[in-house]
């Protein structure tokens, strides 16, 4: 191979290798500025680290409190138990049935009081008008007595039969005919003005009750009728103070279902929402040391420190090897201290089984057990990027195998860069 050949290929060696550091999205930032923002890093502790986390993580749940905040405010005016329409009808009917009741002893009392007062006439002659057409009847009455006394006195002046002849008792006769007519004539007229006005008083009078109602009587009456339509009011007035919050519309049960699924709906985006920030917090520790593996690689030391950890519990139920957990080793190389759990989660005793893996190839010890947690541990060697896996598998089907706190440990220092690399 000729020297510019070997020297092509170093090239090549190396534009690849500084586009593999680069990475997707590189801002063309100089070496210089990747150096200061890398001092910066250097200069971190691990205090303020996990005071930047715990900023960012305090900003998010602020977000999460103040959409939740707005939820509940929406939600405030919700009763904490909503009584059913079925409830509310069932009060409803309950306040009729008492104030039906009392409304009935009031139309029984009033209904007394028109029996009283039906036989009036619409326009009642008052007691004094009564006793003016008293007056004038019995004025008439006198001066008709008076007349007819006058009559007597004068038939009693005229001499008897006995005492005339016969042509004197006829013209007495005529006389005292006469007479008699013009009294008739007189009295007659008087006596039909009389019967006219007796007529027009008894006309008055005859609707009255056999017993009219005396004044104190109807005052009784009206007192009794107040206090009853009083405790209507009352009886009134509580059902409007239990009603008056309900709404015009009273929702039903299915607008309340309705409320509660929209309700439900908007703290599912909420939920989705704070699960995705969670991921994308979650990821800022794997982030950072991502970023120092890219950039430094080792020299990696083997200890009991988490470089790594993914304690989330997983299950598989299979009788052959199958892979439950992975990680990319990035740029440590070399041997790594690798850590897990595994268990039998039955308590039966049914046989487990856990390996390590490289690159969906068994590398490490075979790991069986029947019973609760156990911790493995184990020091293999792995090159740039290796894939590192936990398979399982368990010997009865239906009694799964579980495993946990998937752990890379160890520790590395904080690279450094030099203060200036020649680009060929």
Known sequence: MSLNQETADIIDALETALDTIKGEGWSNESLKAIKGALDALNNLSLAEIESSLVLAKEA??????AKADAIDTKTQNLPVDPASEGLVENAIEAAHGVTDGKIDAVQSGITNIAERTDNLPDDPASEGGI???????DGKIDAAQADITSIKGTVAALPTLVDLEASEVLALEAD????????????????????????AIKAATDNLPAVPASQGDVNLAHATTDGKIDAVQSDATAIKARTDNLPAVPASQGDVTGAHVVTNNKVDAVQAEVLAVKAKTDLIPAQLAGLLYAVGGGPYALSDDVL?????????????????????????????????????????????????????????TERSQNGEWYTYTEDLEFAKNDLVQIYVKNSDVGFPTEVRNFRILGKYPVPTLPASIAVP
Do not use: M
Request: charged share 20%; net charge negative; with cysteine.
């Open 60 to 65: 998010t749940l602020g977000l999460v409190d």
């Open 131 to 137: 006793t003016a057409a008293h007056g004038v009847t």
């Open 176 to 199: 005292v005919e006469t007479a008699i007519t013009a009294a008739h004539s007189v009295t007659d007229g008087k006596v039909d003005a009389v019967q006219a006005d007796v007529t």
């Open 308 to 364: 790594f950890a993914d304690d989330e519990l997983a299950s598989k139920d299979s009788a052959d090897y199958v892979k439950a957990k992975e990680v990319n080793v990035g740029y440590l190389t070399g041997t790594l201290r690798i850590a897990f759990d595994s268990r039998d989660p039955s308590g039966l005793g049914h046989w487990v089984h856990a390996c390590i893996y490289k690159n969906g190839v068994a590398l490490g």
